[in-house]
């Protein structure tokens, strides 16, 4: 098990390049990111390409998690099972970067920014509460991915990974015997269906 760590981490660093976020109002979109343009402040604003030097600010707890999901995925590379704890740790530190770094794009944080710079009269609150946050899948797929690669890393940590990987092989091999026999049975099915219907005789 101790090298399939490797898939979903390297699943994790790659859901950077989809899009993880896009808010909207009145269902009209304003700002939409991928994983990596939300670290280093490269977003799309009313359709228009802006990056840090426009003032898109830099995430860097996004990229402390890239380097994090790196990290990890090196000492996959490079190192034994011995490095289980530090493959879990920096699984566990990623998800937590995570989750630091957009919290920013929230509802509650964009409120929050918006009274404490003055935004406070009734238009103002009226169009703060039409915004809407949506996750992408890049954002769910890198969160998922990460927390497979620790959950894995600590069946290898524990010593449980041969009976966790033996029992996913029964599984599979069960599952795929079910299948198997569901589609003979279904063929044999139409077999019957086709083999019970009556052919009428040539017409004059």
């Not at 600010?57 to 994090?68: C, D, M, Q, S, T």
């Not at 099972?81 to 566990?92: D, I, P, Q, S, Y």
């Not at 964009?110 to 899948?137: C, F, P, R, T």
């Amino acid at each position: 098990m101790w090298k399939w760590i490797r898939i979903p981490k390297g699943i994790a660093l790659v859901a950077f390049l989809l899009p993880w976020m896009t808010i909207s109002c009145s269902e009209q979109k304003l700002v939409e990111a991928s994983g990596f343009g939300l670290a280093f402040g490269r977003v799309t604003a009313m359709g228009r390409a802006a990056q840090a030097s426009d003032g898109a600010a830099l995430n860097l707890w996004l990229i402390l998690a890239l380097l994090a999901i790196a990290g990890g995925l090196a000492l996959l590379f490079l190192k034994g099972r011995e490095a289980a704890k530090f493959v879990l740790g920096t699984a566990v530190a990623a998800i937590a970067l995570i989750f630091i770094g957009t919290y920013r794009y929230s509802k509650d944080a964009i409120l929050a920014e918006a009274a404490k710079n003055g935004q406070n009269s009734g238009m103002d609150q009226a169009a703060l509460a039409m915004i809407q946050v949506h996750w992408e899948i890049g954002y769910w797929l890198a969160l998922l991915s990460l927390i497979a690669a620790a959950a894995m890393a600590w069946l290898v940590m524990s010593g449980k990974d041969d009976e966790a990987e033996a029992k996913m092989r029964s599984i599979a091999a069960a599952t795929g015997e079910k299948a198997k026999v569901a589609a003979e049975d279904a063929g044999e099915v139409v077999d019957d269906s086709g083999g019970g219907k009556e052919t009428e005789p040539p017409r004059p």
